[in-house]
Nanobody
Framework: QVQLVESGGGLVQAGGSLRLSCAAS????????MGWYRQAPGKQRELVAT???????NYADSVKGRFTISRDNGKNTVALQMTSLKPEDTAVYYC?????????WGQGTQVTVSS
């Protein structure tokens, strides 16, 4: 059973930075696609960024140029460096991983950006 555990959320002022981390356990395989999604109150969960095993990345337009996703394949970890944070970035951020046709989710970590 693959488990994903996030860390690094918190409260930050607008313009500040935060780094989220996620570690996967329970598998000896490298996870094909790892990524971050977020869900704000009253809104649907949305893609933030994904990164393939080979390093290809994809970002939501709203975070391009401000967020950077990275991974360590050997450790099955993924990180999200967030800069120039805005109040509209406030949400619960979820780590995700796709392996052998299944998608796994972390429990989520709260990010709150105050104006």
């Amino acid at each position: 059973q693959v488990q994903l555990v996030e860390s690094g959320g918190g409260l930050v002022q607008a313009g500040g930075s935060l780094r989220l981390s996620c570690a996967a356990s329970g598998t000896a395989f490298s996870i094909n696609v790892m990524g971050w999604y977020r869900q704000a109150p009253g809104k649907q969960r949305e893609l933030v960024a994904t990164i393939m095993l080979g390093g290809s990345t994809n970002y939501a337009d709203s975070v391009k140029g401000r967020f950077t996703i990275s991974r360590d394949n050997g450790k099955n970890t993924v990180a999200l460096q967030m800069t120039s944070l805005k109040p509209e970035d406030t949400a619960v951020y979820y780590c995700s991983g796709r392996l052998l046709g299944r998608i796994y989710w972390g429990q989520g970590t709260q990010v709150t950006v105050s104006s």
